[in-house]
């Protein structure tokens, strides 16, 4: 099995954590891409976008959220509750992680443009999707996994760090201590470790 990732993405670390966490890294490949110039990435996944995971179904696999249930049911683990209320809980937290991740990486794009080809009502948006999801995801800190146990908490560590990664002196958690105090909490894990973001070396 084969993992396209970049080591700047919160979504392909969302995959490389639960990889780690259901205990199956030894038999994965991680082939780090550029998702902005890879051309063997353009042909396994017609979005041209990390994660896209190659495995002994007919076509690669992309979506993180895809790539982790199938993993989840190759290594018959825990992270996808059963149908049922708990199952929906789980994925819609995983929801409100990706979308801060995701408005997190557009802004953090955007940041980079020049001011005349920037947005600021665009990037006003990107800013209280965040700060909105992180309130969201605040409030519900006492659900999250000290075992990053199913997907939604693995989501929201991903999401948590990569806005550290980008952003280390902008301070989310002064008002979210109760984030913090998990992301803390799990930091040593070892899916967490091995995973770490970093930024690609041209
Ligand atoms: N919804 C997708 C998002 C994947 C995504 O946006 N990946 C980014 C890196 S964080 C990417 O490959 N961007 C390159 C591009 O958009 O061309 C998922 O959950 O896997």
Redesign the pocket.
């Known amino acids: 099995m084969k993992l396209y990732y970049?080591p700047t993405?919160?979504?392909a670390r969302k995959v490389r954590i639960a990889i780690y966490e259901l205990g199956i890294e030894a038999l994965v490949e991680f082939v780090e891409t550029d998702?902005?110039t890879s051309a063997e990435l353009r042909q396994l996944n017609p979005l041209?976008?990390?994660?896209t995971f190659v495995c002994g179904l007919e076509q690669p696999l992309?979506?993180?959220?895809l790539i982790c249930e199938y993993l989840n049911q190759y290594a018959d683990g825990e992270l996808f509750p059963e149908p049922g209320a708990p199952r929906w809980n789980v994925l819609r937290r995983q929801a409100v992680a990706?979308g801060v991740s995701a408005s997190a990486?557009r802004l953090f794009a955007d940041e980079r443009r020049a001011a005349n080809e920037r947005a600021a009502t665009v990037m006003e948006r990107q800013r209280q999707a965040i700060d909105t999801g992180l309130d969201a995801l605040e409030r519900d800190a006492a659900a999250l996994s000290d075992q990053l146990a199913d997907i939604g908490s693995i989501a929201v560590a991903s999401s948590l760090q990569y806005l550290d990664f980008r952003w280390p002196d902008r301070h989310w958690s002064v008002t979210r201590p109760a984030l913090r105090g998990w992301l803390n909490d799990i930091a040593q894990r070892p899916s967490l470790v091995q995973t770490a973001y970093r930024t690609i070396q041209p």
């Open positions: 970049a993405s919160p979504f998702p902005w041209g976008k990390v994660p992309f979506e993180s959220g990706d990486g």
